[in-house]
């Protein structure tokens, strides 16, 4: 079984706004960084921070 770590990353920020969740964990990627950023942009999300802990998966 694939998941799909994009439709995982979106999922986990809809139901954290639905939840009226003000902090949601996700594990790190480039892409969901950019995406991250994009977001912020556009207004869909109120503030984002990067923590570097320098795991590898």
């Not at 706004?17 to 950023?37: D, G, Y």
């Amino acid at each position: 079984m694939n998941t799909d770590p994009i439709a995982d990353y979106l999922t986990r920020v809809r139901n954290a706004i639905k939840a009226n969740h003000r902090i949601v964990e996700i594990p790190a990627s480039n892409l969901k960084k950019e995406i991250t950023k994009v977001l912020f942009d556009k207004g869909y999300i109120a503030n984002y921070k990067f923590e570097d802990t320098n795991a590898q998966g």
